[in-house]
Structure formats: structure tokens, C-alpha cells
């Protein structure tokens, strides 16, 4: 208890510590004064210090069972496993809260530490900014969502309630914590997108500071959001891996503004050009990242994935967005006017490829915002609940990716300023022709009626062909002997292997999702032990259920076994039904059986009563084709970030600016 004790003493300390950080920043910024600087630096590195020893209260507390801790007997049991006593601590409203603090000020310390290249008064620019947030965030978590509130003794339980049994599975306890280390890295982006505008100043310099820390966010979302897909996958038990619910276009929004100013940054460094569009993405990122983290956490929505529900709270959060995001935005509008537009270019260049990769982004996170706050809006105006489902997204989002897409790899092989065309697409007719292949292929080998599914085909083989074109390109191959192009190959920096790798995991995962969701087959019947239904060309069969004691729940379990026409066994699993006594849920965990890229994907459903009166099962079979290459291909795409972070180009602490010659 007296761990518990410290642990909220040490998080109000915290709140202390920040709004010192805030003032001694700030005024290190305003006087310039390395003193009040570094003072800044120590309480940023402080703060965190803090808030690590108060959520390693919170996991202690949840690991000893202390029930007398609220949080703790609202989401904790003693039969729980070890591994989700500890992901408990991050479940629950008050746990997530405290772990976004924790991701916030530990990249306000990764900053004062790492950030020694930094001019000394940007530097404590972003750190005031950080600050800021900091008090924004701990003051909100320390008065209205604390999570170490203790209970009286007469009212402090012998038992928990347990948590969500959904939440209880591995890839859910990483799951948030890599969703918010990419959510809260936006802040940093954020913060430098504030100094700037203060300082009135954004240069190349500036743009190469940014990017190593948009990268570093923009990799771990796409994991976080990559683990959050493949947990509803196979959790959910439904069959598929993304319904366009709106907590995952939370994750999805930051995402696609995160992209956009990768690219749009690469500009501003190269050339000097859209300073002024690159603060605005800067801005957007973090606003999207705080829009999720209200979505999620302030009982608005009702979705599987949201397991919040107080509007009390939700309306703090809203507040907290709305000062954050209008002062950022109300600093850019009074600003950015005075900003310099930076290098001109022709409209055939690098420059205008990613200006129009930059506006089809944005213009995808804009429909992805109308559909998933639109419900909403409607609503609170005339009380009338609608729903935006897949039918919108296909129909906006997808045609405006699919033109992203055709773009990406015309973007590299164009030269910066002034570029040629014909000469980038005659370079491009290997990718050109391994697209055309694929979907012809497709259209003559799998189904002619499948023609867009076809297409998206094409469309992965030209994002991989054209990364490989990339590479091929930038070593001249086929133009210099073998010996050397090998030699040229091994001295490309890694920043060009990430950006064709992040480039070719987007293609992989474009083809597992448009064979996937145009080829599945499913089938779903209710059958009695030793019954069996037909799966596409396989069969499958349910053996004797069992019932199971697990350690904190019961289970019924049926195996299954899928045979081939001529009785060839394909694959076994025993998928379950778990009950949860401690809160009275019932789950599912399916089976999944992996053959080659594809699974098939087997759910035992509730019982019920058979033909001839005898017990059955309601038993749901999917054969998922290609599937691994959905989870895959982002993996790919997060390497290649990571990839590119460690080039010796991009390393945090940056080169300071080059300083103007002093006049005689």
C-alpha cells in the first residue's frame, strides 16, 4: 500500500514537474538563457522519471491483487494470469491515460536528451511545447482519471471484477503501448511545428529535424495498427481483419497525415519548398492522434474496440483537443502568411509528384474523418442514429488510394525542379509489365469476373516492381558491369532500402487484401457431434465437444478436422466458446490453420438444438486466401521505417543550421 501511496504522490509530482518544464523553457526560449534551458531539460527528464515510477506502481498493484486501489478491483481478479494482470494496467480509461502521459513525457525526455544537435532556443521551444502538454494531460489525469485512487477499507473487495475478456490475449497486451508510442510521437512533431512558428523561421534544417521523428511515430502506428487488425482477426472471431469500425479509423487518420508529411518534409529539406504545408501536417498528425485517443477513451462510440463509457470525462478530453489543436492551428493562421514559400518548380517534377501524393493522402484521411464523425454529428443535431460502413469507404477511399498508388513509383525517378515524363514511365516498363502480367494472370487463371480484384493485383506487382526499379535505377544497373553495380548496390544508403522496402510492404499488403476479400469462401451451418459441411473443395467435420477449465474461465472446445474431396486430412483445430464467471462474458477463440499464404479459419458458436433434437453447434468456416500477406506487407512497411531512421542522415541529434556570415 505504501508503493500505492507513492505512486500518486510521485504523478502529482509530475504535474509539478511539467508546469516547471513549461516556465523554465519557456523562459530558457524567451531569454535565451542556457541556464533556464538546461533547467527545462532536467525537469523534462524529471517528469518522466516520475510518471515511470507511478505506472510502475499501478503494475505493481495489479500483480499484487491490491484491491484496495479502485482501477484495480474494477479490472483485476486473482485467477487472472500473470500476463494480464500486467496488460491490465494499461485496460482500463485511467491505466490508457496514464500510459499516453507515459509516452508523452518520455519523448519530452528523448528530446533533452537526444536532441543535442537542436539550436538551444528551439530546443526549449519544443520543450515548453511538451510541457505544455504534459500539464495539459497529467493535470486531466491526476483530477479526473486517477489511477491510483484508493478505496475506503469498508469498501475495498475481497475479489475484482477482471477485465474485458477480449483484452485478455497477447498481441492486446502490446498492442497499446506500440499504438501509443506512434500516437503520442506525433506530440514531438507537434511541438517542432509550434517553434517554428514562433520563430518564424522554417528551413531545411527544420525539415530534417522533423522527419527522424515523424518516422519514428509513423513505424510504430503502423505495428500498433497492424497488431489492432490481427487481434480482430482472430479474436473477434468474425473472419475478417478491418470493418472501417470507427476506433480503427482513429488509428487510420494519423496514419495517413503521418505519410503525407514524410513526403511533404523530403520537400522542404530537399528544396526548401511547402514550408508552410508541411507545419500544417505537422499540426494535423497529433490533432488526429488526440481525435482517436477522444474517440476511444469518452464513450461516444459504441464499438469492440472502445471500452470506455463516460461522457463526463470524454467532454475533459474534447476540451484538452480543442485547446491543443485551435491554439496550434490559430498560431499557424496568424503565421504562416509571413512564411517564405520556398524553391519553385516546374509542374513535371519529384516536387509535384509529392504535392499530389500529399493532397490524395490528406483528401483520404478527409473521407475517412467525414465517415467516421458524420454518425456522430448527425446524432447530436436531430437524434436520428445512422451508420457509415464499408459501402462509403469503397466507394471514396479506395479511388483515391488507387491513384496514389499509380503514382508512387513515378515519384522517385523523376528529378527535383524539372523532370521527364516519358523518360520516368520508360523506366518503369518492367513494373509496368509485371502489373499486366498479374492481372491478366488473374483474369484468365482465377475468375474473369473478378476484374477490379484483378486489377488491384496489378496494382500490388507495380508498387513492388517499382521499388525494385527504384533500387535498380538508383545503382544504374544494366548500364555499369555486374562487379560494379554489386559494389554500388552495397554502398546505397539504408534511407533508399527503407523507402523501396516501405514502398514494396505497401504493394504485398495490396495484394493480400484484393485476393483476399474477393476469393474467400465461407460457409456456416449448425452440426452435431460428427456432423460435417462443405468449405469451397474442403469438408469439415466436428468431433466430440469437450468441456475445458481454463484458469479463469470454461470453455467448450470442438475439433475439427478439413479433409480434401478424396478424405486427405488438410489440417485439425479445436476452436472454443469460453465463458468468464468473474464477468459473466462469453468470447470465442477460433482456429486458424495455415496453408502456405492462405488460412483457413474455423469458430465454434453457441449450442443449440439439432434436427432431431440432439446438441449442436453453430460452426462458421472461412478458407482466408493470401491473408498473410494483409499482416505482412505493413510489417514491411514499419521495417523499412526503421530502416531508414538508423541512416547515419537521419539520426536525431542533427546537424545544427549553418549560421549566416558575420558581415564586416
Known amino acids: 500500500m505504501m508503493l500505492d501511496e507513492l505512486g500518486a504522490f510521485v504523478l502529482c509530482l509530475a504535474l509539478a514537474l511539467s508546469l516547471a518544464q513549461l516556465a523554465l523553457s519557456g523562459r530558457g526560449a524567451a531569454r535565451r538563457s542556457m541556464v533556464f534551458s538546461q533547467a527545462g531539460q532536467a525537469a523534462a527528464i524529471s517528469t518522466f522519471a516520475c510518471v515511470a515510477l507511478a505506472f510502475a506502481a499501478l503494475i505493481h498493484a495489479f500483480v499484487t491483487s491490491d484491491f484496495s486501489v479502485a482501477n484495480v478491483a474494477a479490472n483485476s481478479h486473482t485467477e487472472k494470469p500473470m500476463l494480464y494482470k500486467v496488460a491490465a494496467a494499461w485496460g482500463s480509461h485511467e491505466g490508457s491515460i496514464l500510459l499516453w502521459c507515459l509516452m508523452l513525457t518520455g519523448y519530452g525526455a528523448a528530446v533533452a536528451v537526444f536532441g543535442r544537435g537542436l539550436p538551444q532556443r528551439l530546443k526549449a521551444l519544443v520543450l515548453s511545447v511538451q510541457g505544455a502538454l504534459g500539464v495539459l494531460f497529467l493535470g486531466y489525469t491526476v483530477l479526473a482519471s486517477n489511477p491510483m485512487w484508493r478505496l475506503a477499507q469498508a469498501q475495498t473487495p475481497v475479489e475484482g471484477n477482471s477485465l474485458n475478456p477480449l483484452l485478455q490475449d497477447p498481441a492486446l497486451a502490446a498492442h497499446p503501448p506500440i499504438l501509443y508510442s506512434g500516437y503520442v510521437g506525433f506530440s514531438v512533431v507537434f511541438g517542432f511545428a509550434v517553434a517554428a512558428l514562433i520563430e518564424g523561421k522554417i528551413d531545411t534544417a527544420w525539415a530534417r529535424w522533423v522527419r527522424p521523428w515523424t518516422l519514428m511515430a509513423w513505424s510504430l502506428l503502423t505495428v500498433g495498427i497492424t497488431l489492432g487488425a490481427f487481434w480482430a482477426y482472430y479474436e473477434l472471431g468474425w473472419g475478417g481483419w478491418w470493418f472501417w469500425d470507427p476506433v480503427e479509423n482513429a488509428s487510420f487518420m494519423p496514419w495517413l497525415a503521418g505519410a503525407a508529411l514524410l513526403h511533404s518534409a523530403i520537400v522542404t529539406e530537399k528544396r526548401g519548398a511547402l514550408p508552410g504545408w508541411t507545419v500544417f501536417l505537422a499540426l494535423l498528425g497529433f490533432t488526429f492522434s488526440m481525435l482517436g485517443g477522444f474517440l476511444v477513451r469518452s464513450g461516444v462510440l459504441t464499438s469492440v474496440h472502445s471500452f470506455a463509457v463516460d461522457p463526463a470525462r470524454g467532454i475533459l478530453l474534447l476540451s484538452i483537443l ?155 544497373l544494366f548500364r555499369i558491369p555486374l562487379a560494379e553495380a554489386r559494389r554500388r548496390l552495397r554502398g546505397l544508403p539504408r534511407g533508399a532500402y527503407g523507402v523501396a522496402l516501405a514502398h514494396a510492404g505497401l504493394g504485398v499488403f495490396v495484394l493480400g487484401a484484393s485476393f483476399e476479400t474477393s476469393w474467400r469462401v465461407e460457409a456456416a451451418e449448425a452440426l452435431g457431434q460428427g456432423g460435417h459441411m462443405a468449405l469451397g473443395v474442403y469438408q469439415v467435420s466436428l468431433g466430440a465437444v469437450i468441456q475445458v477449465d481454463g484458469p479463469n474461465y470454461i470453455a467448450e472446445r470442438g475439433p475439427l478436422v478439413v479433409t480434401k474431396a478424396d478424405g486427405t486430412i488438410v489440417c485439425r483445430a479445436a476452436p472454443e466458446r469460453r465463458f468468464y464467471p468473474a464477468g459473466g462474458q462469453t468470447t470465442s477463440e477460433v482456429g486458424i490453420c495455415g496453408r502456405g499464404l492462405d488460412h483457413i479459419y474455423l469458430v465454434l458458436g453457441d449450442r443449440r438444438q439439432g434436427a432431431e433434437g440432439d446438441p449442436a453447434w453453430l460452426v462458421r468456416a472461412y478458407v482466408n486466401p493470401w491473408v498473410r500477406l494483409i499482416f505482412a506487407g505493413p510489417f514491411l512497411m514499419a521495417l523499412g521505417g526503421a530502416l531508414s531512421l538508423s541512416d547515419r542522415r537521419l539520426r536525431l541529434a542533427a546537424p545544427a543550421r549553418k549560421k549566416p556570415p558575420v558581415s564586416a
Open 322 to 476: 480543442g485547446v491543443t489543436a485551435g491554439s496550434g492551428f490559430a498560431l499557424f493562421a496568424w503565421r504562416a502568411p509571413a512564411l517564405k514559400p520556398g524553391g519553385v518548380f516546374a509542374p513535371v517534377s519529384r516536387e509535384s509528384a509529392m504535392v499530389v501524393n500529399n493532397i490524395l493522402l490528406t483528401a483520404c484521411a478527409a473521407t475517412v474523418l467525414l465517415g467516421t464523425l458524420y454518425p456522430l454529428i448527425r446524432e447530436a443535431m436531430g437524434g436520428e442514429t445512422v451508420s457509415v460502413g464499408p459501402p462509403y469507404f469503397n466507394l471514396t477511399f479506395i479511388p483515391l488510394m488507387a491513384v496514389a498508388i499509380v503514382l508512387i513509383p513515378l515519384g522517385p525517378l523523376l528529378s527535383w525542379k524539372r523532370a521527364d515524363a516519358r523518360g520516368a514511365l520508360q523506366r518503369l516498363w518492367a513494373a509496368a509489365a509485371a502489373a499486366a502480367g498479374t492481372a491478366i494472370l488473374g483474369l484468365l487463371l482465377v475468375s474473369p469476373r473478378k476484374a477490379l480484384a484483378c486489377l488491384g493485383l496489378g496494382a500490388g506487382a507495380w508498387l513492388i516492381g517499382g521499388a525494385a526499379v527504384e533500387l535498380a535505377e538508383r545503382i544504374r
